[in-house]
């Protein structure tokens, strides 16, 4: 598509709830990024996948997180048993990829409110 | 891994007036640097950036500086304008992972 399309835009879920959070990149794009943005804060690292490699973890904050990705494609971000202090803006963003320049092109963000 | 310094945090400047807003980093191996403005509730997005081969770049009212020997680019915003006000990141890649800094939120005070 033209841009990083993510969905839902808006999620308001019970403490304790799964959620799963889709991302979109860029056709072409291999290099994908999640991030987690509270409000009025900087940008923190969850994950980031380039084409068929292992997967970077290690921004992930606890073993309720997990991503996937199918191949160059769209991702899936989870989060189980969720907790309040979960409640953010989630950022998905892509790349052309592995020692490639043009920076990232960011999604609109899912925001995920846990009541 | 890269660690990725920004100042300020916050500043706020008349309409008119230039800000500045600087980062470090601490990787070598770091070669591009990219700058995002993230409007209020909006998505970041890239605004400018440079490459390790070149010291400056500008674009219009928005210049980019890079010293490498110091690991340290500032992003200079010249005549300043009430829409300029939002949140600045910096980031560093050395062509895989990209490292932000915290952000500046810059307030242009008409």
């Known amino acids: 598509g033209a841009g990083v399309s993510q969905s839902p835009s808006n999620k308001v879920t019970e403490k304790g709830k799964d959620v799963e959070l889709r991302c979109d990149p860029i056709s072409g794009h291999t290099a994908l990024y999640w991030y987690r943005q509270r409000l009025g804060q900087g940008l923190e690292f969850l994950i980031y996948?380039?084409?068929?490699?292992?997967?970077?973890k290690s921004g992930l904050p606890s073993d309720r997180f997990s991503a996937e990705r199918t191949g160059e494609s769209v991702s899936t971000l989870t989060i189980q048993r969720t907790q309040q202090e979960d409640s953010a803006v989630y950022l998905c963003?892509?790349?052309?990829?592995?020692?490639?320049?043009?920076?990232?092109?960011f999604g609109s963000g899912t925001r995920l409110t846990v009541v | 891994g890269e660690n990725v310094e920004q100042h300020p945090s916050t500043l706020s400047v008349q309409e008119g007036d230039s800000a500045v807003i600087k980062c470090t980093y601490s990787?070598?191996?770091?070669?591009?640097f990219p700058w995002y403005k993230q409007e209020l509730g909006k998505r970041p997005q890239l605004i400018i950036d440079?490459?390790?081969?070149?010291g400056e770049k500008k674009d219009q009212r928005i210049a980019v500086t890079l010293n490498k020997t110091a690991k340290h680019f500032s992003l200079h915003i010249t005549e300043t304008q009430p829409e300029d006000s939002a949140v600045y990141f910096c980031a560093a890649s050395n062509g895989n992972q990209f490292y932000f800094g915290t952000g500046t939120s810059l307030t242009v005070i008409p």
């Open positions: 440079i490459r390790s081969n070149v």
């Open positions: 996948f380039q084409g068929n490699s292992a997967p970077d």
């Open positions: 963003a892509s790349s052309r990829g592995q020692g490639a320049f043009g920076g990232y092109t």
């Open positions: 990787d070598s191996a770091s070669n591009y």
